[in-house]
């Protein structure tokens, strides 16, 4: 439900970050924007670099799993959180504006990626 508590403050426990629970007990935890942005950026970042799609997914999907564990968000906010990215990425995907800056950065990384190598394989 939108609005609900955090998990943390919800069940009367501490959070993963205990500095943070003042600050952070009033604001809801449905759904999860920090989730909702690294499934974004994963995304985003997968359109580009395809090579890299299941390192780049699974950062993103533990950022939100991450939000779950430190008791700031429960399962079906970090679930709707990723469901919304998503469908913002679908729709974004047929703007001719965005078409455009996705060509711009794949042959951007090509250049890059044949100059020398962008990940640390050791």
Do not use: C
């Amino acid at each position: 439900a939108f609005g609900r508590q955090r998990p943390f403050f919800y069940f009367g426990e501490p959070s993963g970050i205990p500095a943070d629970e003042n600050r952070y007990g009033e604001f809801s935890s449905y759904p999860s924007g920090h989730s909702l942005r690294g499934w974004a950026i994963a995304l985003a970042l997968i359109a580009i670099d395809e090579e890299h799609q299941y390192e780049i997914l699974k950062l993103g999907y533990e950022l939100g799993e991450n939000r779950v564990i430190v008791g700031y968000h429960f399962e079906s906010d970090v679930s709707a959180a990723r469901l919304a990215a998503s469908v913002g990425f679908a729709k974004i995907t047929s703007d001719e504006q965005y078409i455009k800056l996705m060509k711009l950065a794949r042959q951007e990384l090509s250049a890059l990626s044949h100059s020398k190598p962008l990940l640390n394989k050791n």
